[in-house]
């Protein structure tokens, strides 16, 4: 499972072969709540399904100021 911030504006992208929302959402909190001024917009998370069976998670974060 793959996570980074894209470096257009800040959306998660999240790489995984994993189709479980909620383990999803867990790895996705537990990976913020590490980064400081970030914080979870909405779970706004958009499926993309690739050739290799992988899915691409696409979540919108929030700056702090």
Not at 2 to 10: E, H, K
Not at 17 to 24: D, H, P
Not at 37 to 50: E, F, V
């Amino acid at each position: 499972m793959q996570i980074y911030l894209a470096t257009s504006g800040l959306c998660l992208i999240l790489r995984t072969k994993a189709i479980s929302i909620r383990r999803i959402h867990q790895t996705i909190v537990k990976q913020i709540l590490s980064w400081h001024k970030i914080q979870l917009l909405g779970m706004q998370i958009s499926i993309r399904q690739q050739h290799n069976f992988a899915f691409t998670y696409r979540v919108f974060l929030n700056e702090v100021a």
